[in-house]
């Protein structure tokens, strides 16, 4: 039997919207049951507290429990390719941080596209970095460490979490605005390098705010400038790197995202949620102790994945 035109079309309609219908009813009613949220490292890292923060919170606000995965190795590749290929239903979700924008760029044979393999959902937030010295320096600001760089050059000792880890980039990006010319010393992980630093064996590293201030207040360390735009809340007598080379930025990053093709319904709901937690006192301030402000507004992955493969690769940094 042949369908009258107008009839057939009504039927074709209603047939597509049926998908866009079930998800929305899907989010509505999400989560059912369990849901991962992948570390790409160890436990105990700022990622991890980061990841299980939320997922505690979002446990007890929607019923179900959001459990912590870590799955470390590869830098962040392993944890990663696992969201990517997990089902598209929301029930897996990843916690990324800047070691994912930089991997690929270390990385030549990924079996997966980390920028076209996610489904961006919500940024946690944004942490700056700042460039961190031992007391005993002689250099007491970022233009006299220039200065004393270019007239020692190959002589400073630049700690870091490893080769090709943010605090390295970080370096290499000062390293290459400034003119100047420091030994990388890569550590097994960023825990022993500010220890080291704090400890007078190397000279200066840059790390993450929330990492450095506590052995700044204990007098360990000294911050010679923060790697934001504008002078940072937390320390304002500290100038930013900025007022010396103009355009340095940098700057701890976190986010959820999830496997390609998780449907935009279920990505909203998560949003929200998420930027309900962001809200919460008890949420702001745990960030805060932690130096970072609660989201950014966007996810800004393309953009940062591409401007740290420009450093990477005009310092030739790879992995051994």
Same mark, same amino acid.
């Given at each position: 039997m042949k369908l009258p035109r107008r009839q057939f079309l009504h039927l074709a309609v209603g047939a597509a919207a049926l998908p866009?219908?079930?998800?929305?009813?899907?989010?509505?009613?999400?989560?059912?049951?369990?849901?991962?949220?992948?570390?790409?490292?160890?436990?105990?890292?700022?990622?991890?507290?980061?990841?299980?923060?939320?997922?505690?919170?979002?446990?007890?606000?929607? /019923?179900?429990?959001?459990?912590?995965?870590?799955?470390?190795?590869?830098?962040?590749?392993?944890?990663?390719?696992?969201?990517?290929?997990?089902?598209?239903?929301?029930?897996?979700?990843?916690?990324?941080?800047?070691?994912?924008?930089?991997?690929?760029?270390?990385?030549?044979?990924?079996?997966?596209?980390?920028?076209? /393999?996610?489904?961006?959902?919500?940024?946690?937030?944004?942490?700056?970095?700042?460039?961190?010295?031992h007391p005993s320096f002689p250099a007491k600001s970022v233009p006299a460490l220039i200065a004393y760089a270019k007239a020692n050059p190959g002589k400073i000792n630049m700690a870091s979490g490893g080769v090709g880890s943010a605090q390295h980039v970080y370096g290499e990006l000062f390293k290459m605005m400034a003119g100047v010319d420091m030994l990388h010393v890569p550590y097994r992980g960023s825990a022993p390098a500010p220890i080291d630093l704090a400890a007078g064996n190397v000279d200066l590293m840059f790390d993450n705010l929330g990492v450095s201030l506590a052995l700044v207040k204990g007098g360990q360390l000294k911050l010679l400038g923060v790697a934001t735009s504008k002078r940072t809340a937390a320390l304002p007598e500290v100038p930013t790197i900025a007022e010396t080379l103009a355009g340095f930025e940098s700057a701890a990053w976190f986010a959820i995202v999830a496997p390609p093709k998780t449907p935009p319904a279920i990505v909203d709901k998560i949003n929200a949620d998420v930027n309900e937690a962001l809200r919460e006192d008890d949420i702001r301030q745990r960030l805060a102790q932690l130096s970072a402000a609660a989201g950014n507004g966007r996810l800004y992955m393309r953009e940062e994945v591409e401007r740290w493969h420009k450093v990477i690769k005009a310092a030739n940094v790879k992995l051994d």
């Amino acid at each position: 039997m042949k369908l009258p035109r107008r009839q057939f079309l009504h039927l074709a309609v209603g047939a597509a919207a049926l998908p866009v219908v079930s998800h929305v009813a899907w989010a509505q009613s999400y989560p059912t049951r369990t849901v991962r949220i992948v570390v790409p490292g160890a436990a105990g890292n700022t990622t991890d507290i980061l990841a299980r923060l939320i997922g505690q919170w979002l446990s007890e606000r929607l /019923g179900q429990p959001f459990i912590v995965e870590n799955r470390p190795g590869a830098g962040t590749n392993i944890g990663t390719e696992a969201v990517v290929r997990a089902p598209a239903d929301g029930y897996t979700l990843l916690l990324v941080a800047a070691g994912n924008l930089i991997s690929p760029s270390l990385y030549d044979n990924l079996n997966f596209n980390f920028i076209g /393999g996610i489904a961006p959902v919500a940024s946690i937030y944004r942490a700056p970095a700042v460039l961190a010295v031992h007391p005993s320096f002689p250099a007491k600001s970022v233009p006299a460490l220039i200065a004393y760089a270019k007239a020692n050059p190959g002589k400073i000792n630049m700690a870091s979490g490893g080769v090709g880890s943010a605090q390295h980039v970080y370096g290499e990006l000062f390293k290459m605005m400034a003119g100047v010319d420091m030994l990388h010393v890569p550590y097994r992980g960023s825990a022993p390098a500010p220890i080291d630093l704090a400890a007078g064996n190397v000279d200066l590293m840059f790390d993450n705010l929330g990492v450095s201030l506590a052995l700044v207040k204990g007098g360990q360390l000294k911050l010679l400038g923060v790697a934001t735009s504008k002078r940072t809340a937390a320390l304002p007598e500290v100038p930013t790197i900025a007022e010396t080379l103009a355009g340095f930025e940098s700057a701890a990053w976190f986010a959820i995202v999830a496997p390609p093709k998780t449907p935009p319904a279920i990505v909203d709901k998560i949003n929200a949620d998420v930027n309900e937690a962001l809200r919460e006192d008890d949420i702001r301030q745990r960030l805060a102790q932690l130096s970072a402000a609660a989201g950014n507004g966007r996810l800004y992955m393309r953009e940062e994945v591409e401007r740290w493969h420009k450093v990477i690769k005009a310092a030739n940094v790879k992995l051994d």
